[in-house]
C-alpha cells in the first residue's frame, strides 16, 4: 500500500520536496507518493485534517504554518517545544497529530558538516 506524504505551504509550487523525497523513497525501496499542498491563508488546519482524513500518513510544513501546525498539534516533541513551531507532523492512530521541528537540527548539522565549524560551546 502506497504510504501519501505532502508538504504544505503558501505559495508551494517552487517546492523541491516532491522530487527530493520521490527520489530518496525509489532509492530506499520505500512505496510513497509525495505532493504539494496549497493551504489558504485561513485554512490550514482544515487542509491538515482533511489530508489525514483522506489517508495522508504525514506533512512537512513550510511558509507560512509552522507556527499553526504546532498549535495544531496534540503530541510536540522537545524540538518542536523549544522552537514553538513544526516543520513535519506525523498522524498516528485516534487522531492524534505529532508535531516535529528538524529545522534547528538540520542547520547545526549543515553548518558543521559543510562548512567544517564547531559549534559545541560556543554561543550562536
Not at 499553526?68 to 507532523?89: C, L
Not at 559549534?119 to 550562536?124: E, F, H, I, P, S
Amino acid at each position: 500500500m502506497t504510504d501519501r506524504h505532502a508538504v504544505i505551504g503558501n505559495p508551494i509550487q517552487h517546492s523541491r520536496s516532491p522530487l527530493i523525497h520521490t527520489r530518496f523513497a525509489q532509492a530506499t525501496g520505500q512505496d510513497i507518493e509525495y505532493t504539494r499542498i496549497e493551504a489558504p491563508l485561513d485554512g490550514f488546519t482544515a487542509t491538515l485534517r482533511a489530508f489525514a482524513a483522506s489517508g495522508g500518513r504525514g506533512v512537512n510544513i513550510t511558509a507560512p504554518f509552522k507556527l499553526q501546525a504546532f498549535e495544531a498539534a496534540t503530541e510536540r516533541s522537545d524540538r518542536a517545544v523549544q522552537a514553538g513551531a513544526a516543520s513535519a507532523i506525523k498522524f498516528l492512530s485516534a487522531g492524534c497529530i505529532a508535531a516535529e521541528n528538524f529545522d534547528g537540527v538540520g542547520l547545526v548539522a549543515d553548518i558543521q558538516r559543510n562548512l567544517g565549524v564547531v559549534l559545541a560551546g560556543k554561543r550562536v
